[in-house]
């Protein structure tokens, strides 16, 4: 097996001294890349709901703006952490809590859309009584 692979199978499936932190430089200039990576596209990505937002100006896409931001966060946390800012335990905490709310934020989403903005269209069609 190459390096390449070799590190990129121990970033994904971590052993006990890769989870205490100790990982070889190929392995750091992979997780370098693919973090950067994630964070310059969830940046972008964040940037594209903005600007959705701003051309629907509806809830349900504020909503997604939301998890989108989430997303961001997600990434930026584990750039802190590979350059030693955020703490492992940190790191793990903060990422799962912004993966509830970043479903919690989907999932409202979702239900704003098809429930609350859906009634308002109906409302708006139906002819007005005079």
């Known amino acids: 097996m190459t390096d390449w692979l070799l590190a990129l199978t121990r970033i994904f499936l971590p ?3 890769t989870t205490l932190g100790v990982r070889t430089p190929l392995e750091t200039s992979l997780l370098e890349v ?11 990505l964040f940037a594209l709901s903005i600007v959705a937002y701003f051309r ?17 966060g997600h990434s930026l946390v584990a750039v802190l952490m590979l350059d030693g800012f955020v703490s492992n335990v940190v790191h793990h905490l903060v990422e799962h ?27 708006d069609e139906r002819p007005r009584e005079k």
């Open 97 to 123: 809590s912004l993966v509830i709310v970043q479903s919690v934020l989907v999932l409202a989403a979702i239900y704003y859309a098809r429930t609350v903005e859906k009634r308002a269209l109906d409302d």
């Open 15 to 17: 052993s006990h001294a």
């Open 34 to 44: 693919l973090l950067g990576s994630s964070f310059v596209l969830a940046g972008v």
């Open 56 to 72: 629907r100006k509806r809830r349900s896409v504020l909503l997604l703006v939301l998890a989108f931001a989430t997303i961001l």
